[in-house]
């Protein structure tokens, strides 16, 4: 059956869904923990603003596991009346649960690998639900085609493996009705856990690729929810992630996480630099954790491999050995040194790479010829879908018999190639008599192979049956997710054959003494970074990126893909026009002062003077002798004197404040206590250094000021080159009275006593002085620099500047973090207020020949 709101996903993804399934009479599933209430479908009830809709009923933390497959095995029962279901032991998933607390209950929620017929579902999901705490999603198979075969295997596996669709027989083209069903499909996962979710109690781990835009779903419904995200596969560079017509959508999907996990550094760095050239977000690095900041909210990103199960895999050693098959390869292969290749059949293992290595090797090292074999298993691929495999197959037969043919002779054969389905035992066998194991993909997620072999070579423990020194050798490829934990491997370069049949000859020539002390090395990591250890990683670093969840304002904005939570400060609200209008009225001595760009001119604007309006505002504003109006910018004075020279009364601080002037009718002011800027020629050739090796930067030569922008830039390397720069300015002006600071695309170097942040306490000083002081302050600003203004501000009445009467408004412009306790959304809003300002006293205009000395001290 399809759900009601299965056809009702326009605002996800655009086109028209096709009809999937059949329609039939279905119960929905009742929540497992109870909530008053009954479920609404997802697209019927609005977003929660603030967390979960009603109390939770649980007092201990429960996490739920949502991945494509449930970790079961199903299959009709003989009488063809009834399922059999069991725990699938090679399941990662199952093991995830011996990392969390003892006192944490685990529910599973995901699709079975067997078409449940509609009359049975019920039935089968309350049998899963009451024996394995699992929660299955029913996918029609019409849906799973597109979503599973289509989409993520013809689609997002080839391009997260750096297979790009060149031609149509080459990579599947994207085809928008495969997105469709990909949406679709995690819409449906999403209503799963919607039914059974306690969303103040419980955290969500979600993984891998096949659901990666389920956290908008959930985030949606739910704004605080707890939730995790972690990609098995690899993720490109962002110049291949960037070829994705959807990247946008997914992107955004993930970032509605809290935590996102990628099993090394090179995976995490492309998703971060997709994020800087498609968002614009720069990652922090703070006590060893990364995180970016989107919307108020931090989303954590881990850099944690994977582990394996140790228990598992000792528990099948000794039954391999009660079996006796290790004594029997033991018997078969004596005399022989065995290399051994672990690979499921796809396109990205290399194993005709590896085939042809062993030719290479046996030609120039003709000694190892008819001692040293190559045992090559191919695992059945692991599900349907992705690129046909035929002209693979052909070809590593093809390699196999022309080895076998040039260097076999009786009694031995250099390849033994094993092509059909392999229990976990005999496979632990072949680990155990192997001298190497050989990894030759040319891109895989993580590749467990190498931990499972160093496991098995170090033994049953507690054992008689192999006293003797443990030893293993690895030649890995670079291109695998396990490789950087492995120091102690031969790491090579697949597609270099020779390189790689050196590097073979070197791991099985290797001394004695040097093969166990890699082997110890390794086995000290992989023993202890086992699965439970990932897994409670990964849920304390869950629980560190969720734990300001509580603490903070969260609203949802936007629509479709677009929609995100802002997460702010709850003393941070948006400014209210009515309020500040009836203080404003209320007030005898104003105080206004107004960032330029981004705040009354738009950031983005082409056209870099102010408009008619802007003007006309000023004037009514700066007109009343109640207000002394100002302008604060880090333009030069000439710019802003020609902009604004229809303001007559209007005061202007140019250069973060370095100069200022309170109306037309006076010279301007240097607050500057240097007027030496000999730091120019010493910081100048830097920055030209810089310019001539970054293209699309620029430096602007201001009188106080120098400013390196990258705005043209490349996003990556400007944002390099201008840390760089800061680190190299630093250290040449160490001893000069100035700051070098950066900002949004600049670096800029400036006098010390300068800055938007002086200017206003200076503007607040002057007008107490004179007997002025302000007892209404309206500050608004739109960048890093005005956040010294409101500093100032929020600090200005505990230092007796301002009045403890004073109302005062510091307003950012835009939804983010600030120390400002108001916003308003962008500068039209900005515009609408000075204008309801303006008009709340209509005051008439001053002649031309009245003393405008009032205005300034």
Same mark, same amino acid.
């Given at each position: 059956?399809?759900?009601?709101?299965?056809?009702?996903?326009?605002?996800?993804?655009?086109?028209?869904?096709?009809?999937?399934?059949?329609?039939?009479?279905?119960?929905?599933?009742?929540?497992?923990?109870? #909530? @008053?209430?009954?479920?609404?479908?997802?697209? &019927?009830?609005?977003?929660? *603003?603030?967390?979960? $809709?009603?109390? +939770?009923? !649980?007092?201990?933390?429960?996490?739920?596991?949502?991945?494509?497959? #449930? @970790?079961?095995?199903?299959?009709?029962?003989? &009488?063809?009346?009834?399922? *059999?279901?069991?725990? $699938?032991?090679? +399941?990662? !998933?199952?093991?995830?649960?011996?990392?969390?607390?003892?006192?944490?209950?685990?529910?599973?929620?995901?699709?079975?690998?067997?078409?449940?017929?509609?009359?049975?579902?019920? $039935?089968?999901?309350?049998? !899963?639900?009451?024996?394995?705490?699992?929660?299955?999603?029913?996918?029609?198979?019409?849906?799973?085609?597109?979503?599973?075969?289509?989409?993520?295997?013809?689609?997002?596996?080839?391009?997260?493996?750096?297979?790009?669709?060149?031609?149509?027989?080459?990579?599947?083209?994207?085809?928008?009705?495969?997105?469709?069903?990909?949406?679709?499909?995690?819409?449906?996962?999403?209503?799963?856990?919607?039914?059974?979710?306690?969303?103040?109690?419980?955290?969500?781990?979600?993984?891998?690729?096949?659901?990666?835009?389920?956290?908008?779903?959930?985030?949606?419904?739910?704004?605080?929810?707890?939730?995790?995200?972690?990609?098995?596969?690899?993720?490109?560079?962002?110049?291949?992630?960037?070829?994705?017509?959807?990247?946008?959508?997914?992107?955004?999907?993930?970032?509605?996480?809290?935590?996102?996990?990628?099993?090394?550094?090179?995976?995490?760095?492309?998703?971060?630099?997709?994020?800087?050239?498609?968002?614009?977000?720069?990652?922090?690095?703070?006590?060893?954790?990364?995180?970016?900041?989107?919307?108020?909210?931090?989303?954590?990103?881990?850099?944690?491999?994977?582990?394996?199960?140790?228990?598992?895999?000792?528990?099948?050693?000794?039954?391999?050995?009660?079996?006796?098959?290790?004594?029997?390869?033991?018997?078969?292969?004596?005399?022989?040194?065995?290399?051994?290749?672990?690979?499921?059949?796809?396109?990205?293992?290399?194993?005709?790479?590896?085939?042809?290595?062993?030719?290479?090797?046996?030609?120039?090292?003709?000694?190892?010829?008819?001692?040293?074999?190559?045992?090559?298993?191919?695992?059945?691929?692991?599900?349907?879908?992705?690129?046909?495999?035929?002209?693979?197959?052909?070809?590593?037969?093809?390699?196999?018999?022309?080895?076998?043919?040039?260097?076999?002779?009786?009694?031995?054969?250099?390849?033994?190639?094993?092509?059909?389905?392999?229990?976990?035992?005999?496979?632990?066998?072949?680990?155990?008599?192997?001298?190497?194991?050989?990894?030759?993909?040319?891109?895989?997620?993580?590749?467990?192979?190498?931990?499972?072999?160093?496991?098995?070579?170090?033994?049953?423990?507690?054992?008689?049956?192999?006293?003797?020194?443990?030893?293993?050798?690895?030649?890995?490829?670079?291109?695998?997710?396990?490789?950087?934990?492995?120091?102690?491997?031969?790491?090579?370069?697949?597609?270099?054959?020779?390189?790689?049949?050196?590097?073979?000859?070197?791991?099985?020539?290797?001394?004695?003494?040097?093969?166990?002390?890699?082997?110890?090395?390794?086995?000290?990591?992989?023993?202890?970074?086992?699965?439970?250890?990932?897994?409670?990683?990964?849920?304390?670093?869950?629980?560190?990126?969720?734990?300001?969840?509580?603490?903070?304002?969260?609203?949802?904005?936007?629509?479709?893909?677009?929609?995100?939570?802002?997460?702010?400060?709850?003393?941070?609200?948006?400014?209210?026009?009515?309020?500040?209008?009836?203080?404003?009225?209320?007030?005898?001595?104003?105080?206004?002062?107004?960032?330029?760009?981004?705040?009354?001119?738009?950031?983005?604007?082409?056209?870099?003077?102010?408009?008619?309006?802007?003007?006309?505002?000023?004037?009514?504003?700066?007109?009343?002798?109640?207000?002394?109006?100002?302008?604060?910018?880090?333009?030069?004075?000439?710019?802003?004197?020609?902009?604004?020279?229809?303001?007559?009364?209007?005061?202007?601080?140019?250069?973060?404040?370095?100069?200022?002037?309170?109306?037309?009718?006076?010279?301007?002011?240097?607050?500057?206590?240097?007027?030496?800027?000999?730091?120019?020629?010493?910081?100048?050739?830097?920055?030209?250094?810089?310019?001539?090796?970054?293209?699309?930067?620029?430096?602007?030569?201001?009188?106080?000021?120098?400013?390196?922008?990258?705005?043209?830039?490349?996003?990556?390397?400007?944002?390099?080159?201008?840390?760089?720069?800061?680190?190299?300015?630093?250290?040449?002006?160490?001893?000069?009275?100035?700051?070098?600071?950066?900002?949004?695309?600049?670096?800029?170097?400036?006098?010390?006593?300068?800055?938007?942040?002086?200017?206003?306490?200076?503007?607040?000083?002057?007008?107490?002085?004179?007997?002025?002081?302000?007892?209404?302050?309206?500050?608004?600003?739109?960048?890093?620099?005005?956040?010294?203004?409101?500093?100032?501000?929020?600090?200005?009445?505990?230092?007796?500047?301002?009045?403890?009467?004073?109302?005062?408004?510091?307003?950012?412009?835009?939804?983010?973090?600030?120390?400002?306790?108001?916003?308003?959304?962008?500068?039209?809003?900005?515009?609408?207020?000075?204008?309801?300002?303006?008009?709340?006293?209509?005051?008439?205009?001053?002649?031309?020949?009245?003393?405008?000395?009032?205005?300034?001290?």
């Amino acid at each position: 059956m399809q759900s009601r709101s299965y056809t009702n996903l326009l605002e996800l993804a655009s086109g028209n869904f096709p009809v999937m399934g059949r329609e039939r009479d279905k119960r929905k599933m009742p929540r497992i923990m109870t #909530l @008053p209430g009954s479920i609404n479908e997802f697209d &019927d009830e609005p977003a929660s *603003s603030v967390a979960s $809709d009603n109390a +939770s009923s !649980l007092s201990v933390d429960r996490i739920i596991i949502v991945a494509n497959q #449930l @970790p079961l095995k199903a299959k009709r029962r003989p &009488d063809n009346k009834s399922w *059999s279901f069991t725990w $699938d032991d090679d +399941s990662l !998933l199952l093991r995830l649960k011996d990392g969390f607390p003892d006192d944490m209950d685990v529910l599973y929620v995901g699709s079975l690998n067997v078409d449940v017929d509609g009359i049975e579902q019920d $039935d089968v999901a309350q049998l !899963l639900l009451e024996r394995f705490s699992c929660v299955p999603t029913f996918l029609p198979p019409s849906l799973i085609e597109k979503f599973y075969t289509g989409f993520c295997k013809k689609q997002l596996w080839p391009l997260f493996h750096y297979m790009l669709p060149i031609s149509a027989d080459h990579g599947g083209r994207f085809d928008r009705s495969m997105w469709e069903a990909y949406v679709s499909a995690n819409k449906l996962f999403s209503q799963k856990v919607i039914e059974v979710i306690n969303p103040e109690d419980d955290f969500v781990w979600i993984h891998d690729y096949h659901l990666m835009v389920l956290p908008t779903f959930l985030r949606r419904r739910f704004n605080r929810l707890r939730m995790g995200f972690f990609i098995h596969s690899p993720f490109p560079s962002s110049e291949i992630y960037r070829t994705l017509p959807v990247r946008e959508e997914i992107l955004k999907a993930l970032l509605n996480s809290d935590l996102i996990g990628f099993h090394t550094f090179d995976y995490a760095r492309h998703f971060l630099s997709c994020c800087s050239r498609m968002f614009g977000l720069e990652y922090q690095s703070k006590r060893g954790y990364i995180g970016l900041d989107y919307y108020g909210r931090t989303v954590g990103i881990k850099i944690m491999p994977v582990g394996i199960h140790m228990g598992q895999i000792e528990f099948v050693m000794k039954l391999a050995d009660k079996e006796s098959r290790t004594k029997e390869l033991k018997q078969q292969f004596e005399g022989k040194t065995v290399l051994l290749g672990v690979d499921d059949m796809d396109i990205f293992k290399g194993i005709n790479l590896k085939l042809l290595a062993m030719e290479q090797m046996l030609k120039l090292h003709p000694s190892w010829q008819g001692t040293v074999v190559l045992v090559q298993i191919a695992n059945p691929a692991r599900g349907k879908g992705g690129i046909d495999l035929e002209e693979i197959q052909a070809e590593i037969q093809e390699s196999c018999k022309r080895i076998n043919e040039e260097f076999g002779k009786p009694g031995y054969q250099p390849i033994i190639y094993i092509d059909k389905p392999m229990s976990v035992n005999e496979r632990v066998a072949y680990y155990s008599i192997a001298e190497c194991v050989v990894v030759t993909a040319v891109r895989d997620g993580m590749n467990l192979t190498p931990y499972e072999y160093i496991v098995c070579r170090e033994g049953i423990p507690n054992s008689d049956s192999d006293s003797g020194p443990k030893k293993s050798m690895l030649v890995v490829s670079e291109f695998v997710g396990c490789s950087p934990s492995l120091s102690g491997a031969i790491r090579i370069n697949p597609w270099n054959v020779e390189a790689t049949a050196e590097a073979m000859n070197e791991a099985i020539s290797m001394g004695e003494p040097e093969k166990q002390m890699r082997h110890e090395k390794h086995y000290r990591y992989v023993s202890t970074h086992d699965v439970a250890y990932w897994s409670r990683s990964f849920l304390q670093d869950m629980e560190r990126s969720c734990a300001d969840h509580f603490r903070k304002r969260c609203w949802g904005i936007g629509l479709g893909f677009g929609f995100r939570v802002v997460s702010l400060d709850p003393n941070f609200r948006k400014l209210s026009i009515d309020d500040i209008v009836s203080d404003y009225l209320k007030a005898k001595r104003r105080a206004i002062l107004l960032d330029y760009d981004g705040t009354v001119m738009p950031q983005n604007s082409i056209i870099k003077t102010p408009s008619r309006e802007v003007i006309s505002l000023l004037n009514r504003l700066s007109g009343d002798l109640n207000n002394t109006v100002f302008i604060v910018s880090g333009r030069g004075r000439e710019s802003l004197s020609r902009a604004f020279s229809p303001c007559r009364k209007l005061g202007i601080a140019a250069e973060h404040g370095y100069f200022i002037r309170w109306c037309q009718d006076v010279e301007w002011e240097t607050c500057g206590q240097s007027s030496d800027f000999g730091w120019m020629d010493m910081a100048k050739p830097v920055m030209k250094l810089y310019t001539e090796s970054t293209d699309g930067s620029s430096i602007e030569t201001k009188e106080s000021a120098l400013v390196w922008q990258y705005r043209d830039a490349d996003p990556g390397f400007g944002f390099a080159q201008a840390k760089e720069m800061l680190d190299h300015l630093e250290s040449v002006l160490a001893n000069e009275p100035v700051a070098v600071k950066s900002g949004q695309y600049i670096v800029e170097v400036k006098p010390q006593a300068s800055s938007k942040g002086l200017v206003a306490e200076k503007i607040f000083t002057s007008m107490a002085e004179n007997g002025k002081q302000a007892d209404f302050v309206l500050c608004v600003g739109d960048d890093r620099s005005d956040e010294d203004m409101f500093e100032i501000i929020g600090n200005a009445i505990s230092r007796n500047i301002i009045s403890v009467n004073t109302v005062v408004f510091a307003c950012t412009v835009g939804q983010k973090p600030s120390k400002a306790k108001y916003y308003l959304d962008d500068t039209n809003e900005v515009i609408l207020m000075l204008q309801s300002l303006a008009e709340a006293i209509d005051s008439p205009a001053l002649s031309e020949d009245e003393n405008y000395g009032s205005h300034y001290p």
